[in-house]
């Protein structure tokens, strides 16, 4: 969790809570994935205010300079422990955990981040490929409510793996995006590329950038991206999994 | 001009045109091939309509590279090797003569690789000509590219349909396949865009309502057997039924889909007298007899086979499918407990017709354009399906006898109380006539008078009749909600609420306790469109409820939409339909005005 969540996460544990009640500790990271699947199913229903009063968090009033508020503060509630780091969130169960905000009907508010690409190493197969790793096993959680952090609810969630046919599609998007990146054509790699997975500049990281040969074959920086999810892949498979 | 021999390449188009006749007849082939070649996933692209490009690529053993050329020659097969194989063919191809005849027209490319080698080798054909051979790498199987069909026959190449209509054949070839094999996935793209996708099924039920549309829901699983005859299928009840043959009976002999003329007609005089004139039953039949007593080798494309004792074999089918419609109940698989008697009664359905009165049925008759409904939908129930190959009764047609019940015109129970004026249905209610909607509130149907039937009661029963089935399998599961519903409840509601967790865990009610807050995390997986809102309500004002017996009613109350959905014939039938079959609760929902009665008002007047 960055520096700048400090008021509104762990470091913020300074006092006791009214009351005098004991602030939860942490569970321990999952042994399985059903237990996850259980931790996750029992935060269905909470407002993330009441999740982050158990362990002494408390709400940002809004998202602008916390955006990792919901992210991490759900990780600790089920125990994940590999943070920021190139790991899925439970690196032993090989689970990465998504939370996805959406509206009443399911339909996700925005794109989902998977992972960044620094250009300059997007890999050479989509099988070894960091896309593919992350989203082999992902645990969705749909955050429910558009309004002020702490009175968002957190929904039901959803154990899934990409089937063939999603593979498929991930597969050949992303091959479609590399090939565009490996051929130096930068510039039609836009958010437009993609039916299913997206490469685009990743919001907070402007600053890094990678050497990589242009269409020319010259050496240029170029701002690293991100893979993202488009909302009409991940809304299809929570109708599917919800059946909405 | 003199007699002469032609050449090789104008025999294989000759020869090309019996097997591939459009891009939905290489689809097949190529389909066909996959599956022989033991795939568990089977992916289609078309471009075009097929016209442009069929590309079929399979996870299946794949070939070496000598198989791989000799597979383009022309009856080269490693399904049979002696003319006495032909007697005992289990592939779906055996002539050899698919691939081939394809690359004659086409620009073909065959990319293979078996899965002992560490390549694969990729083969261009066009118009018969061998163009390259060379190693490719390539995942184990194999993978048909066929682009520009016909190019080097404009002439066939003229007759294709339009794009929409070539589509549709190969979607529809691909279709046949994949009900016909529930264990491999399926896809079909079309430019690009997915336009069928089957999934790994555990069984034909699931992939039949995956493929055939909502009225899949109504599909029962059907089994029988009559001495080496092997019978395994889904059947719909007589109320379900399409307007083309082809979108509707799916025919398989060990597993080839066939449009065998004599097994249709045994099909549609099981189903005569249930399913209206002109119209065709919902049903996917796998008939599994010996090889030797089928021939597949008929014509080319195998869609028509000869059966060695044809009529033997179709009274049979008729007998064992009139059986399972409606009959003694020896066929078909078991059934839930709830379900008594017939799959659907449509013997009963059966009996009704033949029994009515004459004047019952001319009025039928005069009064099918007639209905509130529009559109052919409105025919009458009775009668013989007059299908084109429908030439007359069969042979020695099997007899079903009518329960005595059902023998008399008139119900005795209005007879003997004519007073009541309006009285329960009695009938079946899938036999009814549907005649159309009142407000939306009533569906009026045509029986022995006039059956009114109250939607919003059929609903809730039906509603019932699923909780109480899930029950008896031994528990209703719960569907996960995307959005849980909180409500707060007195601690007395909390105490009630925790005292019948139990039960509502049973009927597949996921509620859990945040404090004094309880939150609804899952409903019945049978009623999907129960508004937790709604059911919250319903528990709370239903408070104590700590028996499952005493939640049934609430829940399934709750599960009835308001304002009530819009109904359409088919939607009325499928929910009559349900409501028979679950043998529940029918007579609370209906009510009858006998025929005498209204001619009574009518004269009152």
Known sequence: MGARCARYGAQARSRQPPGGSIWEPPPEPPPDEATLQQRADALAGWTLGEIGARFGWRAPPDLRRHKGWIGNLVELALGATAGSRALPDFPELGIELKTIPVDARGVPRQSTFVCTAPLGDLGDDWSTSWVRKKLARVLWLPILGDGPPGERMVGGAVMWSPDAEEESRLREDWHHLVELVVRGELDQVTGHRGEVLQLRPKGQSAADTSWVLDSEGEWVRAQDRAFYLRPSFTAALLRRALRL | ?605
């Open chain 2, 1 to 605: 001009m003199s007699i002469r021999i032609l050449e090789e390449q104008v025999v294989n188009q000759i020869a090309a045109g019996e097997v591939v006749e459009r891009p939905a007849s290489a689809v097949k082939e190529l389909v066909e091939n996959a599956v022989d070649a033991q795939a568990t996933a089977i992916e289609v692209s078309l471009a075009d309509g097929g016209r442009e490009r069929v590309r079929v690529v399979d996870d299946g053993i794949g070939m070496g590279r000598d198989d791989a050329m000799m597979c383009l020659e022309r009856h080269a097969t490693s399904k049979i090797l002696r003319a006495e194989d032909l007697l005992a063919v289990d592939s779906l191809g055996f002539r050899g003569e698919a691939l081939p005849s394809i690359a004659a027209v086409s620009r073909f490319a065959l990319t293979t690789r078996s899965r002992d080698d560490d390549a694969g080798v990729r083969i261009r054909v066009e118009g018969g000509a061998l163009r390259d051979v060379s190693p490719a790498g390539c995942a184990p199987g194999t993978t048909v590219d066929v682009r520009s069909l016909f190019y080097n026959l404009p002439a066939r190449r003229k007759f294709l349909r339009a794009r929409a209509t070539e589509r549709h054949h190969c979607v529809e070839t691909v279709l046949r396949e994949a009900l016909g094999r529930p264990q491999i996935d399926f896809v079909v793209r079309h430019d690009g865009r997915e336009v069928l996708r089957a999934p790994r099924a555990s069984d034909r039920l699931d992939r039949a309502r995956a493929l055939l549309g909502p009225q899949a829901r109504a599909l029962r699983p059907v089994a029988f057997s009559r001495g080496s005859l092997r019978v395994e299928g889904l059947v719909a009840p007589g109320t379900i039924h399409r307007s083309t043959a082809a979108a509707a009976v799916y025919l398989y002999v060990n597993g080839r889909y066939v449009r065998d003329t004599l097994v249709r007609r045994a099909v549609y005089e099981a189903y005569r007298g249930v399913v209206p004139r002109g119209r065709y039953p919902l049903i996917v039949l796998d008939i599994r007899v010996e090889p030797a007593d089928v021939d597949v080798n008929v014509h080319p494309t195998k869609t028509e086979v000869r059966f060695r004792q044809p009529l033997p074999l179709q009274r049979a089918l008729v007998g064992g499918l009139e059986e399972a419609l409606g009959g003694s109940g020896s066929a078909g698989p078991p059934r839930s407990s709830a379900v008594q008697g017939p799959l659907f009664g449509a013997g009963d359905a059966r009996s009704a017709v033949s029994a009515a009165p004459p004047r019952l049925s001319s009025s039928r008759e005069a009064a099918g354009t007639g209905g509130l409904w529009e559109g052919g939908r409105q025919e009458p129930m009775g009668g013989p399906p007059a299908h084109p190959d429908d030439a007359g009764p069969l042979p020695t047609p099997v007899s079903v006898p009518l329960p005595p019940a059902l023998g008399a015109a008139v119900p005795p129970v209005v007879a003997e109380r004519p007073e009541s004026q309006l009285t329960a249905a009695h009938a079946p209610l899938r036999s009814l006539r549907l005649i159309g909607m009142l407000e939306n509130r009533f569906i009026l149907c045509e029986g022995e008078g006039l059956v009114v039937v109250d939607h919003e009661r059929a609903l809730v029963a039906q509603a019932a009749a699923r909780l109480r089935r899930g029950l008896s399998e031994g528990g209703v599961r719960s569907q996960r909600l995307l959005a849980p519903h909180r409500l707060q409840l007195t601690p007395r509601q909390q105490k009630q609420v925790m005292e019948a967790r139990e039960s509502l865990s049973a009927i597949g009610i996921d509620i859990e306790s945040l404090g004094p807050v309880f939150v609804i995390r899952g409903v019945p997986e049978p009623l999907p469109a129960l508004d937790p809102a709604r059911l919250a309500g319903a528990l709370v004002d239903g408070l104590p409820l700590s028996s499952v017996e005493d939640l049934v009613p609430v829940v399934a109350q709750a599960a009835c939409p308001e304002p009530l959905p819009p109904l359409d014939p088919y939607d009325a039938r499928a929910l009559l339909a349900e409501l028979d079959e679950a043998g529940e609760g029918w007579e609370s929902v209906s009510l009858q005005i006998p025929m005498g009665e209204l001619e009574r008002r009518i004269a009152l007047e």
